[in-house]
């Protein structure tokens, strides 16, 4: 059984779009998290949340809106996409917020292309 | 800034060697993880050591850690094509909210 799952896998579109992707984790854990993998492979945090209440905003352009509806899903909904936004974004779960020994546990990525 | 910087950018063996990664990093912290990554896959969990430990083993993985140099080094050893990823070292960065990852060190083990 997939334990982060996302949707779509692969998303293609054009600039000045907007998009959703879907994320599911079957782990029963509290925290989500969204990152962004540039093309240099560097991971870099976007939103964080636990308990469905939003605990991290890592500088994020307020085109980015991650939602909640309850603990096992955090969706991203990007506004009017740019050249920039693409990149690989990954959705990952922790037992706990506040517990850095926790291991994170991630979807297998969506690979974002905006022409 | 970029928390964990691992070296090499790229490392290439042949199967049997062993294969050592490092990683620095800027600010005190409570633990480090590493993480691999294959091919278009999201990253997996290798191993935690804390800030009180010195080294680590799981299986073929050991792990040191020095804070005094505030570095790490992730060696496997026996390498396998399998082990081909990149790996990724992240810390917390002293604080328990979030993990901050490195660039990562892509291995290609070589048959």
């Known amino acids: 059984d997939t334990a982060v799952s996302q949707t779509p896998k692969y998303l293609v579109t054009q600039m000045g779009n907007d998009k959703s992707i879907k994320c599911e984790q079957n782990l029963g854990h509290d925290t989500m998290y969204w990152y962004k993998q540039d093309s240099k492979k560097f991971l870099k945090i976007m939103f964080s949340?636990?308990?469905?209440?939003?605990?991290i905003n890592e500088t994020v352009p307020n085109r980015f809106s991650p939602k909640s509806p309850d603990k096992a899903h955090l969706n991203l909904h990007i506004n009017s996409l740019e050249l920039g936004d693409s990149a690989v974004y990954f959705c990952?779960?922790?037992?706990?917020?506040?517990?850095?020994?926790?291991?994170?546990?991630f979807g297998p990525g969506t690979r974002l292309t905006v022409l | 800034s970029q928390q964990g910087e691992e070296d090499p950018q790229a490392l290439s063996i042949q199967e049997g060697e062993n294969a050592t990664m490092n990683c620095s990093y800027k600010t005190s912290i409570n633990n480090l993880q590493w993480y691999r990554q294959n091919s278009g896959r999201g990253l997996v969990h290798l191993i935690l050591i804390r800030s009180n430990e010195r080294e680590k083993h799981s299986g073929r993985l050991r792990v040191t850690l020095d804070t005094s140099k505030k570095s790490s080094s992730l060696l496997i050893t026996a390498s396998r094509a399998a082990d081909t990823a990149s790996y990724f070292c992240?810390?917390?960065?002293?604080?328990?909210?979030?993990?901050?990852f490195g660039s990562g060190t892509q291995l290609t083990v070589l048959p």
């Open positions: 992240a810390t917390d960065g002293g604080s328990a909210r979030q993990l901050t």
């Open positions: 949340y636990n308990n469905k209440e939003l605990i």
């Open positions: 990952a779960s922790s037992q706990d917020w506040g517990d850095s020994t926790d291991t994170q546990y």
